[in-house]
């Protein structure tokens, strides 16, 4: 998400020909502010712009030339901006990545279906005092969410849902989300956690300075709170991590995030409300 809009506007300078350009992820609106950026340099071209809920492999790059792929995902959902066109999505993908995605009813469920943000931001900085250790290392998943950081991700979890409901199509909840992405068992969000073989070996960040924070802050936390708070929809975990984020990095991610302002609404650009209004008779 940090390289959208370097990418939309390179994209914007020189594409001549239409073609169907993915953000995977997207993270939440990444589709709405590449559009704008894009279409303000090149109006005239009719590119589809998807996003997808997340990417569709779980990987980290283990050398300068070599990654690691630990799981693929099932039916991760992907949307335009528009869902009337949705369709045609499927069939623009190469063959051997349409299994991988499923097509969603509107961007509202792959924006706010990120759930990047509920399982990536809290846990990093709850540890902080490990994450900072040059001499430990510790597993993300497995080792830094315990049971009681578990039940604070559902309460974060709860306040993502609630403004996917405000914005008319609700999303599934992160849980059932691991259930249905990776096919694991549990009772709740901690056992899933556990229970997931792909997450097992997951190393956490050595530093605040990793894309835990530095994407899932700005651009998923700050706009989905930044919605939240125009619904008046209660936001108090969301925003403690936030605040917990900009305290420790002496950053004010809120500003240099995906907030209302700079994803154009109210100056003539596709917005929020244009995505709400679109959404299908089976979002309600």
């Known amino acids: 998400a940090t390289a959208h809009f370097n990418v939309a506007e390179l994209l914007g300078k020189h594409l001549k020909k239409d073609c169907l350009i993915i953000l995977n992820p997207g993270r939440t609106f990444g589709a709405l502010k590449f559009h704008n950026i894009f279409k303000r340099l090149n109006p005239d071209n009719q590119s589809l712009i998807a996003e997808a809920q997340t990417t569709i492999y779980t990987s980290r790059k283990i050398a300068e030339d070599h990654v690691l792929i630990l799981a693929l995902k099932d039916e991760v959902l992907l949307s335009t ?20 995605f499923k097509i969603a009813k509107s ?5 706010i279906g990120n759930v990047g943000m ?15 250790n040059s001499e430990f290392n510790y597993k993300h998943y497995v080792e830094g969410i315990s049971p009681s950081i578990a039940k604070f991700l ?17 999303v599934e909840t992160t849980f059932s989300w691991l259930k249905r992405s990776y096919h694991v068992e549990g ?3 901690y056992e899933a956690i556990i229970n997931n073989r792909a997450y097992q070996n997951i190393d956490a960040p050595n530093t605040l300075e990793h ?7 700005p651009f ?10 125009y619904f008046e929809v209660d936001m108090s975990h969301t925003t403690l991590i936030i605040d917990l984020a900009n305290k420790l990095l002496d950053v ?21 409300w244009e995505l709400i209004k679109r959404r299908p008779a089976a979002c309600e």
């Not at 066109?85 to 190469?94: E, Y």
């Not at 894309?211 to 802050?217: A, K, L, Q």
């Not at 004010?252 to 929020?272: H, T």
């Open 81 to 100: 901006l528009d869902p009337s066109i949705n369709h045609r999505l499927h069939d623009m993908l190469p063959p051997i990545l349409q299994k991988h």
């Open 107 to 111: 961007s509202i469920q792959t924006s």
């Open 118 to 132: 509920i399982l990536h931001c809290a846990p990093v900085l709850f540890n902080v005092g490990w994450t900072e």
């Open 154 to 170: 559902e309460k974060m979890d709860d306040e993502r849902i609630a403004v996917s409901k405000v914005l008319g199509c609700e």
């Open 187 to 189: 009772d709740s969000l």
């Open 211 to 217: 894309r835990y924070i530095m994407e899932d802050v």
């Open 220 to 229: 998923g936390l700050v706009p989905l709170e930044a919605v939240g708070l």
């Open 252 to 272: 004010d991610f809120r500003a240099q995030g995906r907030n209302l302002e700079n994803l154009g609404m109210g100056n003539g650009d596709e917005n929020l």
